[in-house]
């Protein structure tokens, strides 16, 4: 019925889209497994179940919450509505501070304890998260 040249470009464009479609497919696999999500104390505390996958914490650094005990660091990040404690073992950035915004990239242990692998403070002091920054505004 068809021509061995039709039946030749069939089979090309066939073999072109499976191996794009698998490309697509991987792609996205591997980016799934870096993703990182980030949510406020509330956020967690409301969780239906806790998970063992990285996330971010972010919110205020709680006025004289910060203790350092040999090389860990313990603090309560807060969005003025719930509060998480943090345990921290590592460099801590320059901006980090009691009232300042901070996000902290780790696990949870449970509700209200959180691990955390990095702590991220790459902005300026005027930098407030948006949910805190709306939590504020509420009061």
Same mark, same amino acid.
């Given at each position: 019925m068809y021509g061995r040249k039709v039946k030749l470009r069939f089979l090309f464009i066939? @073999? +072109? &889209?499976?191996?794009?479609?698998?490309?697509v497919f @991987? +792609? &996205?696999k591997s980016l799934e497994e870096n993703v990182v999500y980030f949510q406020s104390p509330t956020e967690v505390k409301e969780l239906a179940e806790l998970n063992k996958?990285?996330?971010r914490i972010g919110g205020m650094v709680k006025n004289n919450s910060i203790s350092i005990e040999e090389k860990k660091v313990k603090f309560i990040v807060t969005d003025f509505k719930n509060e998480i404690n943090v345990i921290y073992?590592?460099?801590?950035?320059n901006l980090?501070?009691?009232g300042k915004g901070v996000v902290a990239e780790g696990y949870l242990?449970?509700?209200?304890f959180f691990s955390a692998t990095k702590i991220l403070a790459k902005h300026d002091e005027n930098y407030m998260?948006?949910?805190?920054?709306?939590a504020l505004e509420e009061k």
């Amino acid at each position: 019925m068809y021509g061995r040249k039709v039946k030749l470009r069939f089979l090309f464009i066939s @073999l +072109i &889209l499976l191996i794009l479609s698998l490309s697509v497919f @991987l +792609i &996205l696999k591997s980016l799934e497994e870096n993703v990182v999500y980030f949510q406020s104390p509330t956020e967690v505390k409301e969780l239906a179940e806790l998970n063992k996958n990285k996330i971010r914490i972010g919110g205020m650094v709680k006025n004289n919450s910060i203790s350092i005990e040999e090389k860990k660091v313990k603090f309560i990040v807060t969005d003025f509505k719930n509060e998480i404690n943090v345990i921290y073992s590592g460099v801590i950035p320059n901006l980090f501070a009691e009232g300042k915004g901070v996000v902290a990239e780790g696990y949870l242990n449970d509700r209200n304890f959180f691990s955390a692998t990095k702590i991220l403070a790459k902005h300026d002091e005027n930098y407030m998260p948006p949910e805190v920054k709306a939590a504020l505004e509420e009061k």
